[in-house]
């Protein structure tokens, strides 16, 4: 069974920018789950998504967001980047309720 | 709020040798515990997780950890460290109501000596 795949692995972008990225679950999971890695603040919750609805919400602005499809892939979207939002992004997915993440290998973001 | 505390940041181990990784939680009712493990450039591979029954918990490759509610302690232990358990550990805790958001403390780094 492949598991939770990230795109890109790597992306570099200048402040102002915005910038998607892409989560693809193992098959059959239907709850994804984003975090954001920093070396100052650690690991921190974004967001998870269950069945295309938003379940859960961290302490983060407004500019990032996310969706759920159908398939269960989503995807987040940071807008108006800023030097801050450098950062490795998990993506974890599971099946349900609270269970075993399976995290993907993440997505590099550096802002220029 | 829930959250985690990791008193070591760094911990250095000869191979061979016992480890053993703190962790110690804020939360009112019994939580759901998690250990993983991060290999440099990788995402968090689960070693084990504790959610009910037994406080004594196996985890792959040999590790356990064991619960303690009063102490509000979640210590993860492996009796002989491998040079390929250098890698950064972090304990993690959710509860049901919060469907799968996970607060994490913010790890150990584990060095292996040989």
């Known amino acids: 069974k492949a598991g939770v795949t990230q795109t890109p692995r790597y992306l570099i972008k200048t402040r102002g920018q915005q910038v998607t990225l892409s989560c693809s679950p193992i098959?059959?999971?239907?709850?994804v789950s984003w975090y954001q890695q920093t070396p100052g603040q650690g690991l921190q919750f974004l967001f998870e998504?269950?069945?295309?609805?938003?379940?859960n919400k961290g302490n983060f602005p407004g500019r990032f967001s996310g969706r759920q499809f159908s398939n269960s892939r989503s995807e987040m979207n940071v807008s108006t980047l800023e030097l801050g939002d450098s950062a490795l992004y998990l993506c974890?997915?599971?099946?349900?309720?609270?269970?075993?993440?399976?995290f993907g290998p993440g997505t590099r973001l550096t802002v220029l | 709020a829930q959250s985690v505390t990791q008193p070591d940041i760094h911990i250095t181990v000869s191979e061979g040798a016992s480890l053993e990784l703190r962790c110690n939680y804020s939360?009112?009712?019994?939580?759901?515990l998690f250990w993983y493990v991060q290999s440099p450039g990788q995402g968090l591979q689960l070693l084990l997780k504790?959610?009910?029954?037994?406080?004594l918990v196996q985890g792959i490759k040999g590790f356990e950890a064991e619960f303690k509610r009063s102490q509000s302690s979640f210590n993860l232990r492996k009796p002989s460290v491998h040079w390929s358990d250098a890698a950064e550990y972090f304990c993690?805790?959710?509860?049901?109501?919060?469907?799968?958001?996970?607060?994490f403390g913010g790890g150990t780094r584990v060095l292996v000596k040989p």
């Open positions: 939360y009112g009712a019994t939580p759901y």
């Open positions: 998504y269950f069945s295309e609805t938003q379940r």
């Open positions: 504790y959610f009910s029954g037994d406080t």
């Open positions: 993690a805790v959710g509860r049901k109501a919060a469907g799968n958001k996970l607060t």
């Open positions: 098959s059959g999971h239907r709850s």
């Open positions: 974890a997915s599971s099946l349900d309720g609270v269970d075993e993440q399976f």
